[in-house]
């Protein structure tokens, strides 16, 4: 089993920055990709990055260019840096994790963005 705490929401103005933490316990060996997702009010839970074990990233076209996701192996974390936040980024973002087949979801932490 796969449990991921995220960490680094908050309130933010519009061109700040964020960073999220996700903090991957339990059998964390053999994860391949892991991701961060989100979900706004009324709204489906889409994927924002994703990186692979490899370090090989994709990202949604509209965070393309603003978010980073990167990862530190030796913690068991994976980061996901938010620059230049627009009021569209507001929502719970959720850490994912893919290993052998099971996906895994952290319980999400709000992030809020202001004018």
């Known amino acids: 089993q796969v449990q991921l705490v995220e960490s680094g929401g908050g309130l933010v103005q519009a061109g700040g920055s964020l960073r999220l933490s996700c903090a991957a316990s339990?059998?964390?060996?053999?994860?391949?990709?892991m991701g961060w997702y989100r979900q706004a009010p009324g709204k489906q839970r889409d994927l924002v990055a994703r990186i692979t074990s490899g370090g090989v990233t994709n990202y949604a076209d509209s965070v393309k260019g603003r978010f980073t996701i990167s990862r530190d192996n030796a913690k068991n974390t994976v980061y996901l840096q938010m620059n230049s936040l627009k009021l569209e980024d507001t929502a719970v973002y959720y850490c994912n994790a893919l290993r052998a087949g099971s996906m895994y979801w952290g319980q999400g932490t709000q992030v809020t963005v202001s004018s």
């Open positions: 339990g059998t964390i060996f053999n994860i391949n990709t």
